[in-house]
């Protein structure tokens, strides 16, 4: 069974940073990229982050491009998603998520919640 699970979220201020984790299994982890999305409260779920299943190439929404950061570890079967310089407008759910073509499916993780408030 494929599970993502996210982690590291939580309540930091403005300016403040924050690494998420996104624990993977039931899949050949390192043959899949994988993305980070987030949703805000009353807006659609937007892609964050991608990475490619080594790691050599990642893509950034605008809105987030040098001040975040997506790198993987496939020893470990986890993708991070390092934020810094946090706006309040950061403020989601954020979730990993991939897509196994071999069953045509996406999968997702629960989310994790960041809130970024003073």
């Known amino acids: 069974e494929v599970q993502l699970v996210e982690s590291g979220g939580g309540l930091v201020q403005p300016g403040g940073s924050l690494r998420l984790s996104c624990a993977a299994s039931g899949f050949t982890f390192d043959t899949y990229g994988i993305s980070w999305y987030r949703q805000a409260p009353g807006k659609e779920r937007e892609l964050v982050a991608t990475?490619?299943?080594?790691?050599?190439?990642?893509i950034y929404a605008d809105s987030v491009k040098g001040r975040f950061t997506i790198s993987r570890d496939n020893a470990k079967n986890t993708v991070y998603l390092k934020m810094n310089s946090l706006k309040p407008e950061d403020k989601a759910v954020y979730y990993c998520?991939?897509?196994?073509?071999?069953?045509?499916?996406?999968?997702w993780g629960q989310g994790t919640q960041v809130t970024v408030s003073s």
């Open positions: 998520s991939t897509y196994i073509l071999s069953r045509k499916v996406k999968y």
């Open positions: 990475i490619t299943s080594t790691g050599d190439r990642t």
